[in-house]
C-alpha cells in the first residue's frame, strides 16, 4: 500500500462520504472511489459496506482505520523530525505544562546549558493533553509527563522524582482547615472527586471553576501548589497514589543534543532526592548502578533510544562519560 492510498482511504472513513472526501482531498470523486475499490481489490476485502443509505465501515475497514492513522501520523511526524534536524542551527523542544517539571527545570537548564553537546532550548508550555501529542506528532523532542496519568506507550522515558497528593477544595469546605487528610474521607464526602467523577475534564481552568463551586473535589499533585488560584486551598491526602514526573521522548531517538539533555535531568533529580531524601521514580535512586558514574539514575525501561544509545557510544556519539541507563526487559515509566 501507497500512503497516498492509505491518504484516501482515511480521509473516506472519517467522513463516510465519497463526495466529502473527495472535497476534502482536493479531488473529484470518480478517481477516488476507483482508487479504493482498486484497494479493496488488492487487499482481498471489503472497506466500506455500501448497501444502505449511508456507507459505513466493515470490521476489516475499522481495522484498517486505525492502522492507517498510526502510519499517516508516523510519516507526517517523521517529516516533521527530518526538517527540524536539518537546520543549520539544531534546537531541542521541551514540552510541559506549567509547574509540570517538579520544581527541577531552573536547574536542569543552568546545568545543561555547561553541557558540551547542548543545543538551544525551546521551552513550549501547554495544556495537559498537548504535551504527549507533540512528541508524537514531532514537534517536540521530550515533555515532562505524569505517570500513572498519561500514556507512555511508544516513548522512552526516566523518571525523575515521585510528588505526593493534595485535595483542593474551596476554603469553605468543611476539610479546608485540616492540616491532612486520607482517601477514605474524601470517598465519604458527598462532594464528588475527580478524577473518579469527570475523569475525562482535562482542562485545568474549568476543573478549578468545578472545584471553586463546590461541584468538584480535585485530587492532583502536590506541585499544582504553585499555580494553584488564590480562592483554592489544598490539603496534603496521606494515602494518595504517587504521581511520578517523568522524562518522556520518542523510542528509538538518536541525538546527542536530547542524550545530554536527559542525561543532565537524571543527574540533577537523583542529587535533589538526595538531598531532599525522596524517592526517584520507582525506586530508582536506590538502585544507581555502581558502574556508571554517581548521581546517574537507572530506571526499568527499555534499553533503546538515547539511553542505550548514550551508554554504549559513551563520549563518542552520546553524553561523555555515560548517561540514562536502562536494564533490558523492563518496562517503560
Excluded at 480521509?11 to 476507483?34: D, K
Excluded at 497528593?165 to 472527586?193: K, M, N, Q, Y
Excluded at 473518579?196 to 485545568?204: F, Q
Excluded at 485530587?219 to 504521581?243: F, I
Aim: with cysteine; proline share 7%.
Amino acid at each position: 500500500m501507497e500512503t497516498r492510498e492509505l491518504a484516501y482511504f482515511a480521509a473516506v472513513a472519517e467522513e463516510l462520504h465519497f463526495g466529502r472526501a473527495a472535497e476534502r482531498l482536493g479531488m473529484a470523486q470518480p478517481p477516488l472511489s476507483r482508487a479504493i475499490q482498486k484497494l479493496e481489490r488488492r487487499l482481498g476485502v471489503t472497506l466500506f459496506d455500501r448497501s444502505g443509505p449511508r456507507i459505513s465501515l466493515t470490521p476489516a475497514g475499522e481495522v484498517l482505520a486505525r492502522e492507517a492513522a498510526k502510519v499517516l501520523d508516523a510519516v507526517a511526524a517523521a517529516t516533521v523530525r527530518t526538517q527540524r534536524a536539518g537546520r543549520a542551527v539544531p534546537r531541542l523542544v521541551v514540552a510541559m505544562k506549567a509547574g509540570g517539571d517538579g520544581g527541577l527545570l531552573p536547574e536542569i537548564l543552568a546545568a545543561y546549558r555547561a553541557h558540551p553537546d547542548a543545543a538551544e532550548v525551546d521551552l513550549v508550555l501547554c495544556g495537559v493533553a498537548e504535551r504527549a501529542r507533540m512528541l508524537r506528532d514531532g514537534t517536540a523532542d521530550v515533555a515532562f509527563l505524569h505517570s500513572p496519568y498519561e500514556d507512555l506507550t511508544g516513548f522512552d522515558s526516566e523518571p525523575l522524582r515521585e510528588e505526593g497528593s493534595v485535595a483542593i477544595v474551596p476554603p469553605g469546605h468543611r476539610l479546608a482547615t485540616r492540616p491532612f487528610v486520607r482517601l477514605a474521607e474524601l470517598e465519604d464526602d458527598p462532594t464528588p472527586c475527580w478524577p473518579g467523577r469527570h475523569s475525562d475534564l482535562h482542562d485545568p481552568s474549568m476543573l478549578m471553576q468545578l472545584v471553586a463551586l463546590g461541584r468538584l473535589i480535585a485530587v492532583a499533585p502536590e506541585s499544582v501548589r504553585d499555580q494553584l488560584r488564590r480562592d483554592l486551598v489544598c490539603v496534603p491526602v496521606l494515602d494518595g497514589a504517587p504521581t511520578t514526573v517523568v522524562l518522556a521522548w520518542p523510542e528509538g531517538v538518536r541525538s546527542r543534543a536530547l542524550a545530554a539533555f536527559v542525561h543532565t535531568a537524571t543527574t540533577v533529580a537523583a542529587r535533589h532526592c538526595a538531598a531532599n531524601g525522596d524517592r526517584l521514580g520507582k525506586g530508582a535512586f536506590e538502585e544507581l548502578s555502581g558502574s556508571l558514574p554517581p548521581g546517574i539514575a537507572v530506571s526499568r525501561s527499555r534499553q533503546t533510544g538515547v539511553g542505550r544509545h548514550a551508554v554504549e557510544r559513551g563520549g563518542e556519539g552520546g553524553v561523555p562519560g555515560g548517561a540514562a541507563h536502562r536494564e533490558p526487559g523492563g518496562g517503560g515509566g
